[in-house]
């Protein structure tokens, strides 16, 4: 791929990116926690649940990209100290969106990871300023955006010498209104072809449908996934961003319960493999 320099797969092994304790290109690890941070009680009860289930990293936004500006934009200065509270209190490292270049060096001050969302994976000054932030961040793929054009905004990060970048997949635009986007799980084994980086997959934002979130989650450990980020809520019907996808905290056990089972059986089938050689 013309460009792709620093980012390019060209025989290197998958990097592995550390974030505050999480680990990811090594071995799968899970981020959970809800679409939003809105109160004390909300986040802590969620990473605290997270965390009995078996997750790695907690995710919440204190900063809402939301698609109409009279929808609830997140809680600013205040959801990042709350997510620093809910950190202290489980040990999970941190995962926040920054939206806006101005805010990068304080949001990162709070998290152990800096996400990019899909409407900003282009935003060209934010790619660069977290790539001076020092901070891993998780690129999220532009909605509407082909492997090439979100492996450039990857270099933006890599050129100004911050080596832990993860991307995530999270569902492009299609034709189709069941879900809320396409998941394109194909874009996981395209990327290992084409880049060193780890990749993830958000079957949350990509599906917008619980029902949907665990096949999918299975499917993502099948094509060679480094990990998932889901959409988990104490009380998803209370949810102020995000309502209708958020798993519960049942629901999000029961599916680490089913994602062991499949790792088993794959490490299984390795373990095989490998007599057999
Ligand atoms: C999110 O993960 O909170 C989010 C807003 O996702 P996306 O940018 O993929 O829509
Ligand atoms: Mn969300």
């Known amino acids: 791929m013309k460009n792709i320099k620093l980012a390019a797969r060209e025989g290197r092994p998958i990097s592995v990116v550390e974030a505050g304790g999480a680990s990811f290109g090594r071995e799968f690890a899970v981020i959970a926690g809800p679409c939003g941070v809105e109160t004390e009680e909300q986040t802590v009860a969620t990473a605290k649940a997270v965390k009995a289930a078996g997750a790695d990293m907690l995710r919440g936004g204190a900063f809402k990209p939301r698609t109409s500006p009279y929808a609830f934009q997140g809680l600013g200065m205040g959801g990042l100290k709350i997510l620093g509270t809910a950190g202290a209190e489980t040990g999970l490292p941190i995962v926040t969106e920054v939206v806006d270049p101005r805010d990068v060096s304080w949001v990162a001050e709070?998290?152990?990871?800096?996400?990019?969302?899909t409407r900003n994976m282009q935003n060209f000054s934010l790619l660069k300023e977290v790539g001076q932030s020092g901070k891993p961040v998780m690129l999220k793929r532009g909605m509407y955006s082909t492997l090439e054009e979100w492996l450039n905004?990857?270099?933006?990060?890599?050129g100004e010498g911050n080596p832990n970048v993860i991307l995530c997949e999270r569902g492009i635009r299609s034709f189709e209104q069941y879900t809320r986007n396409t998941l394109d799980l194909s874009a996981v084994p395209a990327l290992a072809e084409l880049t060193h980086l780890p990749v993830i997959v958000d079957p949350s934002h990509a599906t917008g449908r619980p029902g949907l979130i665990g096949p999918m989650s299975m499917a993502s450990v099948a094509v060679g996934a480094h990990g998932l980020m889901v959409e988990v809520h104490n009380?998803?019907?209370?949810?102020?961003?995000?309502?209708?996808?958020?798993?519960?905290?049942?629901?999000?056990?029961?599916l680490m319960r089913r994602l062991r089972g499949l790792q088993g059986f794959l490490g299984e089938q390795d373990n095989e493999e490998k007599v057999a050689e």
């Open 110 to 117: 709070y998290a152990d990871m800096l996400q990019i969302g």
């Open 153 to 158: 905004c990857a270099e933006y990060i890599l």
């Open 235 to 254: 009380n998803p019907s209370e949810a102020l961003c995000d309502a209708k996808q958020a798993l519960t905290v049942d629901g999000f056990k029961d």
